[in-house]
């Protein structure tokens, strides 16, 4: 075991023995999202490096601290990617960020999300013990499929040291069209074209314009161009403004004020909140900057009334943070205190990040 991660060790069991809350941090870019900011920072910006690549297995592992643009570059020496596009954050996003805050960007919605590539990982827990789930996927002694479970955790349940991440090629071909629609077509139109063999990689709807990227073998989308029609986005265009909305540089994250992520059905008619929506992922996640005068409760009681959820991504209030998250059904709010409990019984890790669920 390195120095490094003795060290880790040694300040977690110390920690927990004296109840003093930690707080995992890699690059600090995503220092706004959850609840409000409370413990000693465990910093693993140096824990850097990547373990293992092998192109033809497509998996990769790396310490947590490696950057992502670092994980990115090696990946893309051999034409591969991580296909749930994850929100930089500039230079200084980490992977074990990337991970824990289970943040996935615009192809998430034919990709699938972050937990979805997540092979393995050592965990720190909150013991100080070293816990190995590794490359290939594993259960633990309580039967939790860890690999499932650290994605979108933001640190609660422990330290991740490495991680091991599946990969995949990047697609040969791709195109970026744009319609004018309202909020009901755009909703209505792009969930019919998913229930059709057509390569459509991610979308968009705002202001009344629908953008649709496709991604794929190049006969597969030079048909679906032609057979969708609409207006084509050259691609110095169409890239910016993808990237714009996978690292969160688009308008709707950069103007000041609260910034909501509404996870609904994809198929719910518009939800009719005063204030400025942007969808993606065919309607699936609607993102909200909610006019001045809306309240938690008005908001939140209208995305549950269609059956999904409410947080609240980006707000510079306090009061408003500690009700970052909607509070799950009971059943979920029992397992989640489980996992907490079976990991971090002294609960020291990330405390109230995920208020009010833990």
């Avoid at 570059?73 to 824990?100: D, K, M, Y």
């Avoid at 009061?319 to 799950?328: I, L, S, T, V």
Wanted: aromatic letters at 6%; glycine letters at 10%; one cysteine or more.
């Amino acid at each position: 075991m390195s120095d490094f991660l003795d060290h880790l060790c040694s300040r977690v069991e110390t920690a927990a023995r004296h109840g003093t809350p930690l707080r995992p941090v890699g690059g600090n870019t995503k220092q706004f999202y959850g609840g409000p900011l409370q413990g000693e920072e465990i910093n693993l910006s140096e824990w850097t490096g990547i373990l293992a690549y092998e192109p033809t297995e497509l998996v990769i592992t790396a310490k947590a601290g490696t950057p992502l643009h670092t994980i990115e570059a090696a990946l893309a020496e051999h034409q591969q990617e991580l296909a749930f596009e994850p929100p930089r954050f500039g230079t200084q996003s980490t992977i074990g960020g990337v991970v824990a805050s289970g943040l996935a960007g615009p192809a998430r919605l034919a990709r699938g999300g972050v937990k979805d590539y997540v092979l393995g990982c050592t965990l720190l827990d909150g013991k100080g013990q070293l816990l190995h789930f590794g490359g290939v996927v594993m259960k633990n002694v309580a039967g939790y499929d860890v690999s499932r479970v650290i994605p979108g955790s933001l640190g609660t349940l422990g330290i991740a040291v490495d991680l091991s991440i599946k990969v995949l090629p990047k697609a040969v071909a791709e195109a970026t069209l744009q319609f004018e629609y309202s909020e009901a077509k755009a909703i209505e139109q792009t969930n019919d074209w998913l229930g059709k063999p057509l390569p459509i990689n991610a979308t968009a709807w705002e202001n009344g314009l629908l953008t649709v990227r496709l991604r794929g073998a190049r006969a597969a989308v030079d048909a679906a161009t032609k057979g969708l029609g609409g207006a084509v986005m050259l691609p110095p265009a169409a890239d910016a403004f993808w990237n714009s909305l996978r690292d969160q540089t688009h308008p709707m994250f950069t103007t000041p004020g609260d910034v909501w992520r509404l996870a609904v059905p994809a198929t719910r008619e518009p939800l009719n909140l005063p204030g400025h929506s942007l969808h993606e992922w065919a309607s699936g996640l609607r993102w909200l900057r909610p006019a001045e005068g809306s309240t938690v409760e008005q908001i939140r009681s209208a995305v549950q009334a269609v059956g999904g959820h409410a947080t609240l991504y980006r707000s510079s209030t306090p009061e408003h943070r500690a009700q970052a998250f909607h509070a799950p059904a009971k059943a979920m709010v029992d397992l989640q205190r489980r996992l907490k409990q079976q990991f971090d019984p002294a609960g020291i890790f990330s405390v109230n990040r995920l208020a009010p669920i833990l």
